[in-house]
């Protein structure tokens, strides 16, 4: 089938194109079905749903990586290696789902801090899908679904009440996220490779902004901002929405 082919079905019509409208609604309309399916959901049943996602998205990033190495021309580590700040709710899943009480934090303050703005940042900005391949394509694919997945996942532990976010989460968040930016950084160094954009921008929009504001420091600057910046950004939104809703309660009683 052309759809699991290099070239897949169709042109590639990039960013800002009717599949890049197409890809933002339906990852969207994925995220709230989601939410709607699980929204009866108990403890118990969240627990479960954290564990069979991550074994999805780990067989699906399992098969990505042989269809690169197998199929993909020209397929470089930095097109297989799974080592990018999207891909840590791979081992954040897994983290939640079977870790003890430390390591299940570990994972769950990623799912939401970091999962949420990045999946919701790719959903509406696919800028390494649709640049590279058409809609209609396996990895176009694989992408839409894990990024909304990642997206409902982490606003189903929040509004469900399985996790909820205080400022002290910056101690497990930045464990989990520094210390993979550390070993991107080393690997990069050793291969040549751009994992987790952290040597270099790679020329995409806003990580640019970041080497016009740290220069040479860029590594250092990109790893604040990817762990500083996610965590208060996310975390202030929260507070405010919130605020917001205890607003409106207060105004109905």
């Known amino acids: 089938m052309k759809f699991f082919q290099n070239d897949g079905i169709g042109p590639v019509r990039g960013l800002l194109s009717i599949d890049h409208l197409i890809?933002?609604?339906?990852?969207i309309s994925l995220i709230v079905l989601f939410l709607i399916l699980t929204r009866h959901f108990d403890q118990i049943k969240i627990k479960k749903t954290i564990r069979i996602l991550f074994?999805?998205?780990?067989?699906?990033?399992?098969?990505?990586?042989?269809?690169?190495?197998?199929?993909?021309?020209?397929?470089?580590?930095?097109?297989?290696?799974?080592?990018?700040?999207?891909?840590?709710?791979?081992?954040?899943?897994?983290?939640?789902?079977?870790?003890?009480?430390?390591?299940?934090?570990l994972g769950l303050s990623f799912m939401f801090y970091g999962g949420i703005v990045a999946g919701a940042m790719f959903v509406i900005w696919p800028t390494s899908a649709l640049p590279e391949q058409p809609l209609l394509h396996c990895l176009t694919f694989h992408?839409?679904?894990?990024?909304?997945?990642?997206?409902?996942?982490?606003?189903?532990?929040?509004?469900?009440?399985?996790?909820?976010?205080?400022?002290?989460?910056?101690?497990?968040?930045?464990?989990?996220?520094?210390?993979?930016?550390i070993i991107a950084y080393i690997f990069n160094l050793i291969t040549g490779s751009n994992l987790m954009f952290i040597s270099n921008d790679n020329g995409m929009f806003p990580l640019?902004?970041?080497?016009?504001?740290?220069?040479?420091?860029?590594?250092?600057?990109i790893t604040?901002?990817?762990?500083?910046?996610t965590?208060?950004?996310?975390f202030y939104i929260y507070k405010l929405i919130c605020l917001i809703h205890n607003g409106k309660g207060n105004k109905s009683l």
């Open 23 to 27: 890809f933002t609604l339906v990852g």
């Open 55 to 105: 074994w999805i998205v780990f067989i699906l990033e399992i098969l990505k990586i042989v269809w690169n190495l197998t199929i993909r021309e020209n397929a470089g580590l930095n097109q297989w290696v799974p080592l990018y700040f999207c891909s840590l709710l791979i081992p954040a899943l897994g983290l939640a789902g079977y870790g003890n009480k430390f390591l299940e934090k």
């Open 143 to 181: 992408t839409l679904f894990y990024h909304s997945a990642s997206v409902a996942i982490g606003l189903l532990i929040v509004i469900r009440g399985y996790f909820t976010p205080v400022i002290k989460d910056i101690i497990p968040y930045s464990i989990i996220v520094v210390t993979f930016c």
């Open 208 to 221: 640019t902004l970041a080497t016009t504001i740290f220069g040479v420091l860029y590594p250092l600057g």
């Open 224 to 229: 604040i901002v990817q762990t500083f910046g």
């Open 231 to 234: 965590f208060f950004a996310t």
